[in-house]
């Protein structure tokens, strides 16, 4: 990932953050269980089946972003960020990369601005996860 790239998405990340815990979080997790019912599923039988817990998630997914994003210029904890998430979603049993995608995916186009570059950078996050998900 190119230096462009992560300093536009810490950027449009940062602006996007400023109003996540109490607007764009919720907002983001509706659109993406609205558009998805696999991730809808995934959530609702990891208990998150009404708007509290919702947001809850909604605030946990805003953090993993923002540690995600701060740390995209280090590799080495950049990966530490990624396998520690994908080792506490293994033991939720939750291990398709597939659905990761689509999370990224939504948050790419949730994001709006940037898109060139954020792609870019999920597509790295998403190659780390795989890796993640496949050790032991």
Request: hydrophobic residues 40%; glycine residues 4%.
């Amino acid at each position: 990932v190119s230096q462009a790239d992560i300093a536009a998405v810490q950027t449009s990340w940062r602006r996007c953050y400023c109003s996540w815990d109490n607007e764009d979080g919720l907002k983001f997790y509706q659109t993406l269980f609205d558009s998805n019912s696999k991730i809808r599923h995934a959530f609702e039988s990891a208990g998150a089946t009404n708007d509290t817990e919702m947001e809850k998630q909604a605030n946990l997914f805003g953090l993993m972003m923002t540690q995600f994003i701060d740390n995209l210029d280090d590799t080495t904890a950049l990966n530490y960020k990624i396998s520690g998430l994908m080792a506490t979603h293994k033991t939720r049993n939750v291990v398709d990369p597939a659905l990761f995608a689509i999370a990224l995916n939504e948050l790419v186009k949730f994001i709006g601005n940037q898109q060139p570059a954020w792609k870019n950078v999920t597509a790295v996050i998403l190659s780390q996860m795989k890796i993640a998900l496949s050790s032991n």
